[in-house]
């Protein structure tokens, strides 16, 4: 479970640079808070780090359960993929938001996979 923990971690740095990033689009196009809109690049990076974060809330705990229930290096390995995604999804997206769908399937394919793993994983468990 270490690999998931670091794998765990690696995505929280990624929220945070996301974040970074936001805000650097902020100041740059001078966009005052609490304002979430006036420039259609603040918009953009604002919209990234916010699809992300809603994604987090369901990855992050599948990625520990499949890790748990499954097998802790598949986990990891779907996580990687799904830092890649997000990485991915960041560039399309502030290029040109028709862009955003390679890096949204990228990470949302492993989302899936991590949940429906460690729900049947852990039904498994349950009934064994």
Do not use: C
């Not at 689009?25 to 006036?38: L, M, T």
């Not at 992300?52 to 996580?79: K, M, N, R, W």
């Amino acid at each position: 479970m270490e690999l998931v923990a670091f794998v765990a971690s690696l995505s929280l740095l990624v929220v945070m640079y996301l974040g970074v990033q936001t805000g650097r689009a902020r100041a740059r196009y001078k966009i005052e808070a609490p304002a979430v809109v006036g420039h259609p690049i603040f918009e953009r990076h604002f919209r990234v780090q916010q699809n992300t974060i809603e994604q987090l809330v369901v990855y992050l705990p599948a990625l520990f359960l499949f890790g748990q229930y499954v097998h802790a290096g598949t986990a990891a390995v779907l996580g990687l993929v799904w830092i890649a995604g997000r990485l991915v999804y960041e560039r399309g997206y502030v290029a040109d938001p028709e862009k955003r769908g390679l890096g949204f399937g990228i990470s949302v394919a492993p989302t899936l996979i991590l949940v429906i793993g460690g729900v049947v994983g852990a039904l498994l468990a349950v009934v064994r």
